[in-house]
């Protein structure tokens, strides 16, 4: 119902105006629509309250409101069922010791918890240091920078495996020999007595592989070579 304003003339007593009926009824529809939108149309809802300032709901359901403006004061709690489509527009937004800021979620307590989530992302994951269980990658390779951010990187790749594959680290400090290392293997590596001669097939170690050569000829008596031994040394 729209608002009834009483007819009172144009001047004093001038006849123009609402009846005195007809005045009290706008008067009593008014405050019908008074109390039955702030009250249950008998009372007003006894939780409202207000001054010059300050308007105070006790425990009040708003349906829909749209809030134009700058809402200021503190909120000491709320509880928010549905929240959809919601822009903030603000520097941060602070939950508890937690900030989400411009680029970056931080905690004071120095620990990020996501609990038992799956985290996606199409980006760069860039961090100091991983702590995870197991690592498990759709790719086939992990790239490392180094200490220094430039154009090279170390690679790990694999082949693409046809069945699970296991490569185990000794519990032992060291460096990691492949095959295109020349320099990094030595003696202590190889531990005594692990070389038998079942290891070595003929001729696997020729000439070409001794530091600096002896020969020794074995003859028959012709002069005919029947042998051709091998050795390290004058």
């Known amino acids: 119902m729209a ?14 105006g609402d009846s005195l009926r007809i005045g009290a009824d706008k008067v009593n529809d008014n405050f019908v629509e008074i109390y ?5 149309g008998v009372a007003l809802t006894s939780g409202l309250s207000a001054s010059s300032t300050v308007v105070t709901l006790g425990s009040p359901v708003i349906n829909t409101p749209t809030i134009v403006g700058v809402v200021g004061g503190t909120q000491t709690s709320a509880t928010i069922n549905t929240l959809t489509n919601t822009t903030l527009n603000t520097t941060t937004v602070n939950a508890g010791t937690m900030a989400v800021a411009a680029g970056s979620i931080t905690d004071s307590s120095g620990t990020i918890d996501f609990g038992n989530e799956n985290l996606v992302t199409t980006g760069t994951f860039d961090a100091g240091n991983i702590l995870v269980g197991n690592i498990v990658s759709s790719g086939s390779s992990i790239v490392f ?24 680290f000794p519990d032992t400090t060291g460096t990691v020999i492949t095959s295109g290392d020349t320099n990094s293997v030595t003696g202590t590596i190889i531990a005594a007595d692990t070389v038998a001669e079942a290891n070595m097939a003929d001729d696997a170690i ?13 003859k028959n008596s012709g002069g005919s ?6 050795g390290a040394g004058a």
Request: no cysteine; net charge negative; aromatic share 4%.
């Open 145 to 168: 920078e180094g200490a220094t951010a430039d154009a090279s990187e170390t690679t790990i790749t694999v082949t693409d495996p046809t069945a699970d594959r296991t490569i185990t």
């Open 3 to 16: 608002y009834q304003a009483i007819g009172i003339g144009t001047t004093a007593d001038d006849g123009q």
């Open 36 to 40: 039955t939108l702030l009250g249950n």
């Open 206 to 218: 020729g000439a070409a592989q001794l530091k600096t050569l002896s020969t020794l000829l074995i």
């Open 225 to 230: 070579t029947l042998k051709t031994l091998y």
